[in-house]
C-alpha cells in the first residue's frame, strides 16, 4: 500500500459520515473458476464487521451477484447493505418484472444456455434480471466464439442491457449500473466522504462520480479512472483493514471527547 493511499485511506476515516462500498468477486474474495464456489476471506469479513460497527458509518457490497448470492456468501454481517446485479437489486428501491419481461427473460436464458452447450465450460448463470455468460473455463479460440456468438444472438433482443466483465458477458432486462445505486445511497445517507474499491469493468463507472475528495481504488491491473491501485485481493483487503481499525480508532476518539 503505498504512502499517497495510506494517507487517503486515513483521512476518510475522520469523515463526519463515511459511505464504504466494496466489489466482492476479486476484491472480498478471490476470483475462481467456478463462481458458486467463491467464498470471502474471512479477515475481510472480520473487517467488514468491525467497520459497520463504527458510528455514522455506511458500508455496502455493491456486487453483480444476484442478492439472494451475497446474502449467501455473507451472512450474518449486521449493519452491512448488499446491492446485487449491478445495482439493480438495492434495498427499497427493487421492482418486480413483468409478466412480458419476464418471458422475454426465459426466452433470452433459453438462447443463451443453447449456445453455451456448444462450448465446454461455459457457463450461464440466472439473475433476477437477467444472465450472465462465464467463459473462464472455455478456451481462447471458442471464448472469441461464444462471445460473438452472444452478441449477435440473445443480447440483440429488445430492451437487452450489454455488459462486459472479467470473462463474461452479462444481459439484463433492467438498466441499472452499480454507479447509480451509488450514487443514491450516497444522497441517502448525506456521505461526506466516500471509498470504492472494485476491480472489474463495471466498477469503472463507481469511479467516474467519484469526487477528487473521495477514495477511489483499483484491484488489479487494467485501464481505471480510479485514483488508487492495489495488486491483488490480498492488499484489498488490506486496505479494509486498515480503514476498519482508523474508522474505529476515530470513534472511540469522539465517544471519549464527548464524555
Not at 121 to 131: D, F, L, N, S
Request: glycine share 10%; with cysteine; charged share 25%.
Amino acid at each position: 500500500m503505498t504512502g499517497g493511499l495510506q494517507n487517503a485511506i486515513d483521512a476518510a476515516a475522520r469523515t463526519p459520515r463515511l459511505l464504504a462500498a466494496f466489489d466482492f468477486d476479486g476484491v472480498l474474495a478471490p476470483i475462481v473458476s467456478d463462481p458458486s464456489l467463491s467464498a470471502a476471506m474471512p479477515e475481510a469479513v472480520a473487517s467488514l464487521r468491525t467497520l459497520a460497527a463504527a458510528p455514522m458509518t455506511h458500508v455496502v457490497v455493491i456486487s453483480g451477484r444476484a442478492r439472494a448470492d451475497l446474502e449467501r456468501l455473507l451472512p450474518g454481517l449486521e449493519g452491512v447493505e448488499l446491492v446485487g446485479s449491478h445495482g439493480a437489486e438495492v434495498v427499497g428501491e427493487t421492482g418486480d418484472l413483468t409478466a412480458p419481461e419476464r418471458l422475454a427473460l426465459e426466452a433470452m436464458t433459453r438462447e443463451a444456455e443453447a449456445i453455451a452447450a456448444e462450448f465446454p465450460g461455459a457457463m450461464v448463470e440466472c439473475k433476477p434480471y437477467g444472465i450472465a455468460v462465464h467463459y473462464r473455463n472455455v478456451d481462447e479460440a471458442g471464448s472469441l466464439r461464444l462471445k460473438d456468438r452472444v452478441l449477435a444472438g440473445p443480447a440483440r433482443r429488445p430492451g437487452v442491457t450489454v455488459r462486459r466483465g472479467k470473462m463474461v458477458v452479462e444481459l439484463s432486462l433492467l438498466h441499472a449500473t452499480k454507479a447509480h445505486a451509488f450514487e443514491m445511497l450516497r444522497a441517502r445517507w448525506g456521505a461526506t466522504s466516500t471509498v470504492f474499491v472494485g476491480d472489474d469493468v463495471t466498477d469503472e463507472d463507481v469511479f467516474a462520480v467519484q469526487g477528487e475528495d473521495e477514495v477511489s481504488i483499483k484491484v488489479g491491473p487494467g485501464e481505471t479512472r480510479a485514483a488508487h491501485r492495489v495488486g491483488d485481493e490480498v492488499e484489498a483487503c488490506a486496505v479494509l483493514a486498515r480503514l476498519a481499525a482508523a474508522r474505529a480508532a476515530w470513534g472511540a476518539l469522539g465517544r471519549a471527547e464527548g464524555e
